[in-house]
């Protein structure tokens, strides 16, 4: 048996307080009787001369100090552990992404219960048995590697840090299933809330998911409406009670606007901020109620004022392009035929030029847009096939194709090329690409195999989504690709045409400049609004946010369904396997009631 | 004369309408209203026998010596004087309880000697205190029922006593009834019962008890303080000790009705609570 906690023996102290009390108590009442003759005859044997001797006879007194003792080791928490700890070698798992800094009890997160509870189980392992300690959310740490030092074990663990990364053990398993091929003997003990399988692995899991009154603001979310900026935030309650409170908009670090909600148990809301009338850069939502978990409380998002991208086509005649590049309404679209008016510098100042046919092709190609060349050869950035008619093209897996790939489309003739090692395709051709894009000399380049006339896709709903996805990506100048992203998600940023590296700038002012290719951003752990710096006072922003599917609450018979067939599931706020409180506070009561039952006979 | 209410208005109410025959076997003594074993010279026939030489001859029925042909002489019953002896305890045991055993003793003792005095018997009253015996004159006559009172007033309870002590510092000489009035705390009572026997009296041992001695009610820890001898007894009240002092007195009330069954005693236990009527009338 083992215990918990140990400072309860601190209230040992009470007994001798209880004793001193029983003695000032018993300050004996002078009582005047006829005659001490019966008292003498029968009360020889109870006459008590000293305290002490009066102690030992009162039953009150001994069921104080009884129950004073069972509540100290009720409060000690002793617990047996059922798991077999004899193994080897024992991998330690500990969650530590977002939620489990959720508060569990008394101020202290789910990962201080969980560091606690790691120790209590290196304390019990034997001298023989190597330990792995691993720290792990979307980013997965190995902090110690089959050591045999319990003090860098307990140091190890001591040294993990709470993270605001999304994520659970998963990148743990998948180290610890490489761990254990060939050591059968390998026990994995995760330290987790989330629900965790541990698949083919045996060991145990410590669910600290418990039930907790937490606020999450899911998103902000701003949209310029006639002029003005239109704020929505949304706000899940994920505690048992209903709940009324406020979120206050910061412009800029300025608070705009406050707005109430009042939400039940489990459910979400959206709520609104008309017209602010902000024009700066950075939008704050921040829920002014203090709950389980602090991180998903805020949220940022980047004012969406920034100017249309411009488009060029160069076409004869593409009613079906041209339509679907007018439905991005952040984009300015300028058609011609005449494709010398816009040779060479001509073009510069669009953000994407699309060249739609050979015929199209200028004699100078632009030198800074970005470009779409569709059946058609600049002669450089790409080598083309020969043409082959009536084939079959399927759009492929990639990001402009997401959700509507795997659709397969025919084309009376088309033109494939090489897939450059810098693009990624979208619409295959047999072996060979019909259409990819990628980053090239300091700029986008798309490829568009066919010709648009030629093919049913332009019937299909696909088509304007296809190029919605293209014209988002490469009509649009900026180097961020998105405006916002998760804590511990990499940012990609597109390169820029001239030889300037971009400066970072964080929430709390540090700067880092990016000084290598490709262009690609990681150290996103904190939550806030971030600045990149383009140089010429050109400078973008992005919002990190914590990604709130941290706040979920998970029950425990869910920890326990999604274990396996090889885990033992714990619920670790004990840190036991078995644990005697309900059984020793099942005996206090009695203890009590008997004491009573004394107190009132007496 | 301390102020005493014992003998209110209410008492000598209750007196007027309160009757006891106190039954004693009577050979000796002076004469007096109680029928006597003895023939005497009362009025009351008692029986005949046949004349002897000596004889008074006034006493000769000459009736039946006409039937008869023989002489019988008639007897008469002799009526004598009873002697009722009262001895009170005057020990500071007996000023205890809500209502003062005294109280009780008091009254008891009144109420015998009226009906004593009414039965043209006579009556001492003996006041035991401090290992002695206080004895008044003898009162016969109702007439003398207020000497009674006045001097069961004048009786106030105090210090120590011990029963066998003041008993015994008296000397008894003639037969008659000693009635006994007291908490009989004492370890010589059997001596005491011995003592009267010997002394040819016919024993009456009334014993007064306050609630508060027959079922205390202590709860906590006290230091009981002996009334007459100052001595200290510390205690924790608890049920089991309630049970322990139950079990002790039963015992203390046990023994003392068997000694009286022993030496043909008579034995009455009063509770304060009840009246002297109440008590007397059993």
Known sequence: MRFMHLWPLFLLLLIPAVIIMYLLKQKAVAHSVPSLFLWNEMYRNKESDTPWEKLKKNKLLIIQIITILVLVFCLMSPYTSTENEASSNVVLLIDNSGSMSTELSNNRSRLDYAKNAARELVKTLDDNTAVTVIACSNRTTSLLSGSLDKAAVLSAIESIKPTMLSGNCEGGLALCNGLAAGNDSMKVTVFTDSPTSLGSLTGTIYNFSSPAENLSLDYVSSAQKKGKLTVIACVTNHGIKDVTGDINLYGDNELLDVSSYTLSAGESTIVYFDETGFEGTVIKAELNTEDALLYDNTAYCISSTKKNGRVLLLTSRNIYLKKAIELNANITLHETNDPETFSGEAAEGYDLCIIDGQDMLPELLPQECNLIFIQCDPGRFFELSEDIENIYLTLEDSPYTAGISNYSFGVTSVTPADQPIWAKSFISAGNKTAGFAGDCEGRKIGYIGFDLHSTDLPLDYRFPILIWNLISDLGNSDLLTTSGIYCGDTLRINSSTDDRMPTIIYPDGKKEALNSLPLIFKDTDTPGAYLLDKGDNKIEAFAVNFDTSESRIFSASAVANSAGDNAVVIDAQTASAKSYRPLIIILLLLIMAFEWFVYIKD | ?282
Not at chain 2, 216 to 221: F, R, S
Not at chain 2, 242 to 269: H, P, T, V
């Open chain 2, 1 to 282: 004369m301390v102020y005493d209410d014992t003998f209110n208005a209410e008492f000598y109410k209750s007196l007027s309408l309160f009757r006891m025959n106190l039954k004693m076997r009577l050979a000796a003594g002076a004469n007096g209203g109680r029928k006597s074993n003895a023939k005497g010279s009362s009025v009351e026939f008692s029986d005949f026998r046949e004349y002897l030489p000596g004889d008074d001859i006034r006493r000769i029925d000459w009736n039946a010596y006409a039937r008869f042909d023989r002489l019988f002489v008639k007897l008469f019953m002799e009526e004598k004087e009873g002697l009722f002896r009262i001895y009170l305890d005057g020990s500071a045991s007996m000023n205890y309880g809500e209502k003062s055993k005294t109280v009780l003793a008091k009254q008891i003792a009144a109420a015998l000697s009226y009906c004593i005095l009414d039965h043209s018997d006579r009556v001492i009253l003996n006041f035991l205190k401090k290992n002695k015996c206080e004895t008044f004159k003898g009162v016969t006559g109702k007439q003398g029922f207020s000497k009674i009172t006045d001097n069961l007033s004048s009786m106030q309870p105090e210090g120590e006593n011990d029963l066998l002590k003041s008993i015994c510092s008296q000397d008894i000489k003639l037969r008659g009834m000693s009635i006994v009035i007291s908490d009989f705390y004492t370890e010589h009572l059997e001596d005491v019962i011995k003592y009267l026997a010997h002394k040819k009296q016919e024993i009456f041992l009334i014993q007064i008890l306050s609630p508060e001695e027959l079922h205390p009610e202590l709860t906590g820890t006290f230091s009981l303080i002996d009334s007459e001898t100052g001595r200290s007894l510390k205690v924790t009240g608890s049920s089991s000790l309630e049970k322990d002092y139950a079990s002790a007195k039963d015992r203390f009330l046990r023994n003392i009705e068997s000694l009286c069954k022993k030496y043909g005693a008579k034995y009455i236990l009063a509770n304060t609570e009840d009246s002297y009527e109440t008590v007397l009338r059993g």
